[in-house]
Protein backbone atom coordinates (compact mmCIF):
# COMPACT_ATOMS: atom_id res chain seq x y z
CA UNK A 1 0.00 0.00 0.00
CA UNK A 2 1.35 3.41 -0.59
CA UNK A 3 0.48 6.28 1.09
CA UNK A 4 2.50 9.05 -0.20
CA UNK A 5 1.11 11.41 -3.01
CA UNK A 6 3.10 11.60 -6.00
CA UNK A 7 5.35 13.67 -7.21
CA UNK A 8 2.92 15.46 -9.22
CA UNK A 9 0.26 15.65 -6.95
CA UNK A 10 2.59 17.09 -4.58
CA UNK A 11 3.40 19.82 -7.08
CA UNK A 12 -0.11 20.15 -7.83
CA UNK A 13 -0.96 20.60 -4.08
CA UNK A 14 1.51 22.90 -3.60
CA UNK A 15 0.41 25.11 -6.84
CA UNK A 16 -3.17 24.93 -5.63
CA UNK A 17 -2.09 25.99 -2.20
CA UNK A 18 0.22 29.05 -2.73
CA UNK A 19 -2.72 30.54 -5.29
CA UNK A 20 -5.46 29.81 -2.89
CA UNK A 21 -3.28 31.37 -0.11
CA UNK A 22 -2.87 34.56 -2.42
CA UNK A 23 -5.71 35.25 -4.22
CA UNK A 24 -8.67 33.38 -2.21
CA UNK A 25 -7.84 33.50 1.32
CA UNK A 26 -6.98 37.18 1.73
CA UNK A 27 -10.70 38.00 0.26
CA UNK A 28 -12.55 35.26 2.24
CA UNK A 29 -14.34 37.42 4.87
CA UNK A 30 -15.43 39.86 2.67
CA UNK A 31 -16.63 37.25 0.27
CA UNK A 32 -18.89 36.50 3.57
CA UNK A 33 -19.81 39.32 4.99
CA UNK A 34 -20.65 40.86 1.33
CA UNK A 35 -22.01 37.90 0.19
CA UNK A 36 -20.05 38.38 -2.97
CA UNK A 37 -18.84 36.10 -5.10
CA UNK A 38 -14.85 36.19 -5.68
CA UNK A 39 -15.38 36.62 -9.77
CA UNK A 40 -11.22 37.98 -9.48
CA UNK A 41 -10.04 34.85 -8.17
CA UNK A 42 -12.09 32.21 -10.23
CA UNK A 43 -11.01 34.48 -13.34
CA UNK A 44 -7.67 33.00 -12.82
CA UNK A 45 -8.36 29.21 -11.73
CA UNK A 46 -8.92 28.43 -15.98
CA UNK A 47 -5.68 28.25 -16.49
CA UNK A 48 -4.52 26.76 -13.94
CA UNK A 49 -7.23 24.11 -14.64
CA UNK A 50 -9.53 24.79 -11.41
CA UNK A 51 -12.39 25.44 -13.88
CA UNK A 52 -11.71 21.65 -15.51
CA UNK A 53 -10.95 19.24 -13.23
CA UNK A 54 -12.91 16.78 -14.66
CA UNK A 55 -12.98 18.02 -18.19
CA UNK A 56 -10.61 16.15 -20.52
CA UNK A 57 -7.98 17.58 -22.05
CA UNK A 58 -8.82 17.72 -25.72
CA UNK A 59 -11.91 19.93 -24.32
CA UNK A 60 -9.70 22.74 -22.42
CA UNK A 61 -9.62 20.80 -19.06
CA UNK A 62 -7.26 20.07 -16.75
CA UNK A 63 -8.14 16.12 -16.98
CA UNK A 64 -6.07 15.81 -13.66
CA UNK A 65 -6.65 12.33 -11.56
CA UNK A 66 -9.44 12.27 -9.27
CA UNK A 67 -6.87 12.20 -6.16
CA UNK A 68 -6.08 15.62 -7.20
CA UNK A 69 -9.35 17.28 -8.10
CA UNK A 70 -9.91 16.33 -3.94
CA UNK A 71 -6.30 17.49 -3.27
CA UNK A 72 -7.92 21.07 -4.94
CA UNK A 73 -11.35 21.33 -3.31
CA UNK A 74 -9.47 20.95 0.33
CA UNK A 75 -7.11 23.39 -1.07
CA UNK A 76 -10.09 25.61 -2.08
CA UNK A 77 -12.08 25.06 1.20
CA UNK A 78 -8.91 25.87 3.59
CA UNK A 79 -9.61 28.96 1.90
CA UNK A 80 -13.28 30.18 1.73
CA UNK A 81 -15.78 27.96 1.93
CA UNK A 82 -17.96 29.55 -0.27
CA UNK A 83 -15.61 29.92 -3.01
CA UNK A 84 -14.86 26.31 -2.35
CA UNK A 85 -17.90 25.48 -2.62
CA UNK A 86 -18.91 27.05 -5.91
CA UNK A 87 -15.78 25.71 -7.41
CA UNK A 88 -16.79 21.82 -6.21
CA UNK A 89 -20.35 22.15 -7.84
CA UNK A 90 -19.33 23.96 -10.95
CA UNK A 91 -16.91 20.76 -11.16
CA UNK A 92 -18.05 18.04 -9.99
CA UNK A 93 -22.19 18.88 -10.84
CA UNK A 94 -22.21 20.94 -13.71
CA UNK A 95 -19.04 20.02 -15.73
CA UNK A 96 -18.81 16.11 -15.06
CA UNK A 97 -22.49 15.55 -16.53
CA UNK A 98 -21.54 17.30 -19.66
CA UNK A 99 -18.28 14.92 -19.13
CA UNK A 100 -19.31 12.04 -18.53
CA UNK A 101 -22.56 11.63 -20.54
CA UNK A 102 -23.31 14.33 -23.08
CA UNK A 103 -22.61 14.18 -26.53
CA UNK A 104 -19.92 15.37 -28.72
CA UNK A 105 -21.30 18.12 -29.61
CA UNK A 106 -22.47 18.86 -26.37
CA UNK A 107 -19.16 19.04 -25.02
CA UNK A 108 -17.28 20.78 -27.60
CA UNK A 109 -19.88 23.63 -27.21
CA UNK A 110 -19.82 23.94 -23.32
CA UNK A 111 -17.00 21.99 -22.13
CA UNK A 112 -14.15 24.49 -23.52
CA UNK A 113 -15.92 27.94 -22.03
CA UNK A 114 -16.36 26.48 -18.87
CA UNK A 115 -12.99 25.08 -18.25
CA UNK A 116 -11.44 28.10 -19.72
CA UNK A 117 -12.50 31.03 -16.75
CA UNK A 118 -13.77 33.29 -19.84
CA UNK A 119 -17.28 32.46 -19.27
CA UNK A 120 -19.29 32.09 -16.19
CA UNK A 121 -19.48 28.61 -13.98
CA UNK A 122 -22.07 25.80 -14.32
CA UNK A 123 -24.76 24.40 -12.42
CA UNK A 124 -26.53 21.45 -11.31
CA UNK A 125 -30.51 21.65 -10.33
CA UNK A 126 -32.16 18.44 -9.11
CA UNK A 127 -33.87 19.81 -5.69
CA UNK A 128 -37.71 20.60 -5.54
CA UNK A 129 -39.86 22.27 -3.39
CA UNK A 130 -41.24 18.10 -2.88
CA UNK A 131 -37.61 16.53 -3.88
CA UNK A 132 -35.04 16.45 -1.60
CA UNK A 133 -33.69 13.36 -1.10
CA UNK A 134 -36.59 11.43 -2.84
CA UNK A 135 -35.45 12.20 -6.52
CA UNK A 136 -36.84 9.30 -7.85
CA UNK A 137 -40.21 9.68 -6.97
CA UNK A 138 -40.34 13.59 -6.17
CA UNK A 139 -39.28 15.48 -9.37
CA UNK A 140 -42.22 16.97 -10.55
CA UNK A 141 -39.97 19.68 -13.12
CA UNK A 142 -41.19 18.08 -16.89
CA UNK A 143 -39.70 18.17 -20.01
CA UNK A 144 -42.02 17.67 -22.95
CA UNK A 145 -40.79 16.86 -26.88
CA UNK A 146 -42.68 19.84 -28.98
CA UNK A 147 -41.12 19.23 -32.63
CA UNK A 148 -37.53 20.01 -32.40
CA UNK A 149 -37.02 21.35 -28.90
CA UNK A 150 -37.53 20.28 -25.07
CA UNK A 151 -40.51 22.73 -23.65
CA UNK A 152 -39.21 22.46 -19.76
CA UNK A 153 -42.24 23.87 -16.72
CA UNK A 154 -41.01 23.28 -13.17
CA UNK A 155 -39.83 24.78 -10.34
CA UNK A 156 -36.01 23.88 -8.76
CA UNK A 157 -34.73 25.07 -5.06
CA UNK A 158 -31.28 24.87 -3.26
CA UNK A 159 -29.24 25.18 -6.77
CA UNK A 160 -25.67 26.89 -6.51
CA UNK A 161 -24.54 28.51 -9.11
CA UNK A 162 -27.40 29.68 -10.85
CA UNK A 163 -27.09 33.29 -11.15
CA UNK A 164 -23.33 32.82 -12.36
CA UNK A 165 -23.59 30.15 -13.99
CA UNK A 166 -23.77 30.14 -18.41
CA UNK A 167 -25.55 26.63 -18.41
CA UNK A 168 -28.12 24.70 -15.77
CA UNK A 169 -28.09 20.97 -16.03
CA UNK A 170 -31.51 20.01 -14.93
CA UNK A 171 -32.99 17.09 -13.73
CA UNK A 172 -36.89 16.67 -15.53
CA UNK A 173 -39.23 14.49 -15.92
CA UNK A 174 -39.63 13.27 -19.52
CA UNK A 175 -41.89 10.52 -18.75
CA UNK A 176 -44.38 8.97 -16.05
CA UNK A 177 -41.46 6.90 -15.07
CA UNK A 178 -38.57 8.13 -16.65
CA UNK A 179 -35.89 11.23 -15.48
CA UNK A 180 -33.41 12.90 -18.37
CA UNK A 181 -31.04 15.60 -17.68
CA UNK A 182 -31.21 18.20 -20.10
CA UNK A 183 -28.79 21.49 -20.46
CA UNK A 184 -30.60 24.73 -20.35
CA UNK A 185 -28.51 27.62 -20.85
CA UNK A 186 -29.57 30.29 -18.51
CA UNK A 187 -30.34 33.16 -20.90
CA UNK A 188 -33.33 31.17 -22.42
CA UNK A 189 -36.69 32.41 -22.32
CA UNK A 190 -39.00 31.75 -19.75
CA UNK A 191 -36.13 30.46 -17.15
CA UNK A 192 -36.06 33.03 -14.22
CA UNK A 193 -33.45 32.61 -11.50
CA UNK A 194 -35.08 33.82 -8.18
CA UNK A 195 -32.80 35.98 -5.71
CA UNK A 196 -29.97 34.63 -3.37
CA UNK A 197 -30.93 32.70 -0.33
CA UNK A 198 -30.26 34.10 2.82
CA UNK A 199 -28.10 31.17 4.58
CA UNK A 200 -26.38 30.72 7.81
CA UNK A 201 -22.41 30.25 6.00
CA UNK A 202 -21.68 30.25 2.51
CA UNK A 203 -22.79 33.41 1.80
CA UNK A 204 -20.48 34.19 -1.27
CA UNK A 205 -21.49 31.54 -2.73
CA UNK A 206 -24.81 31.73 -4.63
CA UNK A 207 -28.02 29.76 -3.86
CA UNK A 208 -31.05 30.24 -5.82
CA UNK A 209 -34.43 28.78 -6.74
CA UNK A 210 -35.30 28.30 -10.25
CA UNK A 211 -38.18 28.31 -12.29
CA UNK A 212 -39.38 27.19 -15.80
CA UNK A 213 -41.83 28.52 -17.55
CA UNK A 214 -42.32 27.27 -21.31
CA UNK A 215 -38.50 26.98 -21.51
CA UNK A 216 -37.39 25.60 -24.81
CA UNK A 217 -34.21 23.71 -25.56
CA UNK A 218 -33.01 21.74 -28.59
CA UNK A 219 -33.93 18.08 -28.10
CA UNK A 220 -29.61 18.00 -28.53
CA UNK A 221 -29.12 19.66 -25.20
CA UNK A 222 -30.24 16.33 -24.15
CA UNK A 223 -27.52 15.43 -21.69
CA UNK A 224 -26.99 11.23 -21.80
CA UNK A 225 -29.62 8.58 -22.74
CA UNK A 226 -33.54 9.94 -22.61
CA UNK A 227 -34.50 8.13 -19.60
CA UNK A 228 -30.87 7.61 -17.61
CA UNK A 229 -31.23 10.73 -15.99
CA UNK A 230 -31.49 9.67 -12.43
CA UNK A 231 -28.80 7.11 -12.82
CA UNK A 232 -26.68 9.12 -14.03
CA UNK A 233 -27.60 11.86 -11.27
CA UNK A 234 -26.33 9.30 -8.34
CA UNK A 235 -23.26 8.54 -10.45
CA UNK A 236 -22.46 11.73 -10.47
CA UNK A 237 -23.77 12.53 -6.63
CA UNK A 238 -20.94 9.53 -6.04
CA UNK A 239 -18.24 11.78 -7.57
CA UNK A 240 -19.72 15.04 -5.95
CA UNK A 241 -19.81 13.64 -2.36
CA UNK A 242 -15.70 13.03 -2.42
CA UNK A 243 -15.27 16.64 -3.27
CA UNK A 244 -17.71 17.77 -0.36
CA UNK A 245 -15.89 15.58 2.07
CA UNK A 246 -12.50 17.14 0.75
CA UNK A 247 -14.14 20.35 1.09
CA UNK A 248 -15.10 19.29 5.10
CA UNK A 249 -11.16 18.39 5.74
CA UNK A 250 -10.12 22.13 4.29
CA UNK A 251 -12.82 23.84 6.33
CA UNK A 252 -11.77 21.92 9.07
CA UNK A 253 -7.93 21.83 8.39
CA UNK A 254 -8.15 25.82 8.64
CA UNK A 255 -10.22 25.84 11.84
CA UNK A 256 -7.35 23.08 13.31
CA UNK A 257 -4.47 25.99 12.06
CA UNK A 258 -6.32 28.41 13.63
CA UNK A 259 -7.00 27.17 16.78
CA UNK A 260 -3.68 26.01 17.00
CA UNK A 261 -1.75 29.19 16.60
CA UNK A 262 -4.11 30.76 19.17
CA UNK A 263 -3.76 28.34 21.74
CA UNK A 264 0.10 29.03 20.94
CA UNK A 265 -0.67 32.95 21.89
CA UNK A 266 -3.23 33.29 24.61
CA UNK A 267 -2.29 32.93 27.70
CA UNK A 268 -4.39 32.16 30.94
CA UNK A 269 -3.72 31.26 34.66
CA UNK A 270 -0.03 32.16 34.26
CA UNK A 271 0.52 29.65 30.49
CA UNK A 272 -0.46 29.58 27.41
CA UNK A 273 -3.38 27.53 26.24
CA UNK A 274 -0.87 25.37 24.80
CA UNK A 275 0.21 23.80 28.50
CA UNK A 276 -3.51 23.11 29.55
CA UNK A 277 -4.52 19.43 28.73
CA UNK A 278 -8.04 20.86 27.89
CA UNK A 279 -7.14 22.40 25.38
CA UNK A 280 -4.11 19.54 24.02
CA UNK A 281 -6.62 16.88 23.81
CA UNK A 282 -9.00 18.76 21.64
CA UNK A 283 -6.50 19.24 18.69
CA UNK A 284 -4.76 16.22 19.27
CA UNK A 285 -8.68 14.86 18.59
CA UNK A 286 -9.12 17.86 15.65
CA UNK A 287 -5.31 16.46 14.40
CA UNK A 288 -6.13 13.06 14.31
CA UNK A 289 -9.86 12.86 12.87
CA UNK A 290 -8.56 15.28 9.93
CA UNK A 291 -5.76 12.68 8.95
CA UNK A 292 -8.04 9.89 9.16
CA UNK A 293 -11.07 11.96 7.25
CA UNK A 294 -8.64 13.38 4.45
CA UNK A 295 -7.52 9.20 4.07
CA UNK A 296 -11.04 8.48 3.46
CA UNK A 297 -11.68 11.18 1.02
CA UNK A 298 -8.45 10.31 -1.46
CA UNK A 299 -9.44 6.29 -0.66
CA UNK A 300 -12.54 6.87 -2.39
CA UNK A 301 -11.19 9.28 -5.26
CA UNK A 302 -8.33 6.42 -5.74
CA UNK A 303 -11.58 4.07 -6.43
CA UNK A 304 -12.84 6.26 -8.30
CA UNK A 305 -9.90 6.90 -10.46
CA UNK A 306 -9.43 3.04 -10.80
CA UNK A 307 -12.58 3.00 -12.17
CA UNK A 308 -13.74 0.60 -9.46
CA UNK A 309 -16.89 1.12 -7.45
CA UNK A 310 -16.63 3.48 -5.06
CA UNK A 311 -20.10 4.34 -4.06
CA UNK A 312 -20.13 3.05 -0.58
CA UNK A 313 -16.38 4.54 -0.17
CA UNK A 314 -17.72 7.84 -1.16
CA UNK A 315 -20.72 7.73 1.28
CA UNK A 316 -18.10 6.68 4.27
CA UNK A 317 -15.68 9.57 3.26
CA UNK A 318 -18.61 12.49 2.81
CA UNK A 319 -20.25 11.04 6.23
CA UNK A 320 -17.05 10.95 8.05
CA UNK A 321 -15.51 14.17 7.10
CA UNK A 322 -18.03 16.54 7.70
CA UNK A 323 -19.41 15.50 10.76
CA UNK A 324 -15.85 15.63 11.96
CA UNK A 325 -15.29 19.44 10.02
CA UNK A 326 -18.45 20.47 12.75
CA UNK A 327 -17.04 18.71 15.50
CA UNK A 328 -13.16 20.51 14.20
CA UNK A 329 -14.73 23.69 14.10
CA UNK A 330 -16.32 23.82 17.40
CA UNK A 331 -14.20 22.99 19.11
CA UNK A 332 -11.93 25.34 17.37
CA UNK A 333 -14.16 27.98 18.56
CA UNK A 334 -13.78 26.30 21.76
CA UNK A 335 -10.59 26.83 22.03
CA UNK A 336 -11.31 30.44 21.31
CA UNK A 337 -12.90 31.19 24.07
CA UNK A 338 -15.62 33.76 23.88
CA UNK A 339 -13.29 35.48 20.83
CA UNK A 340 -14.46 32.41 18.85
CA UNK A 341 -17.98 33.66 18.74
CA UNK A 342 -16.85 36.98 17.32
CA UNK A 343 -16.76 37.43 13.40
CA UNK A 344 -13.17 39.13 13.96
CA UNK A 345 -12.06 35.37 14.20
CA UNK A 346 -12.16 33.33 11.10
CA UNK A 347 -13.58 30.34 12.93
CA UNK A 348 -16.54 31.80 13.37
CA UNK A 349 -17.05 31.68 9.50
CA UNK A 350 -15.57 28.58 9.06
CA UNK A 351 -17.90 26.83 11.43
CA UNK A 352 -21.14 28.66 9.65
CA UNK A 353 -19.47 27.30 6.47
CA UNK A 354 -18.90 23.76 7.36
CA UNK A 355 -22.80 23.45 8.79
CA UNK A 356 -23.86 22.76 5.44
CA UNK A 357 -21.46 19.76 4.29
CA UNK A 358 -23.51 17.26 6.51
CA UNK A 359 -27.03 18.53 4.14
CA UNK A 360 -25.67 19.44 0.60
CA UNK A 361 -25.48 16.48 -1.66
CA UNK A 362 -26.78 14.18 0.33
CA UNK A 363 -27.79 14.50 4.24
CA UNK A 364 -25.35 12.14 6.79
CA UNK A 365 -28.81 10.09 7.34
CA UNK A 366 -28.53 9.71 3.24
CA UNK A 367 -25.35 8.62 3.60
CA UNK A 368 -26.19 6.36 6.58
CA UNK A 369 -28.96 4.51 4.77
CA UNK A 370 -26.83 4.16 1.12
CA UNK A 371 -24.14 2.43 3.76
CA UNK A 372 -25.86 -0.08 5.21
CA UNK A 373 -27.96 -0.73 2.60
CA UNK A 374 -24.70 -1.93 0.76
CA UNK A 375 -23.31 -3.74 3.67
CA UNK A 376 -26.54 -5.41 4.83
CA UNK A 377 -26.98 -6.76 1.52
CA UNK A 378 -30.73 -5.51 1.18
Not at 169 to 192: E, K, M, Q, Y
Not at 223 to 248: F, H
Not at 291 to 296: H, K, N, Q, S, V
Amino acid sequence: MEFDLTSEQQLWRAAVHDFAAREVQPRARETDEQARFNWEAVRQMGPLGLLGLNVPEEYGGAGVDAVSAAIAIEELGWACGSTALAIAAHNGLACAPLALFGSEALKAAWLPRLASGQGRLGALALTEPGAGSDLGGGVRTRAARDGDAWVIDGEKMWTTNASIADVIVTLCRTSADRLSLIGVPTDAPGLTIGPAEKKMGLKGSPTHAVSYANVRVPLENLVGVEGKGLAQTLAVLDGGRVGIGALAVGLAQAAYEAAAQYAHERRTFGAPLTQHQAIQFMLADAATEIEAARLLVYRAAWLKQQGRSYTVAAAQAKLFATEMAERVTRNAIQVHGGYGYSAEFAVERIYRDARLMTIGEGTSEMQRLVIARNILKL
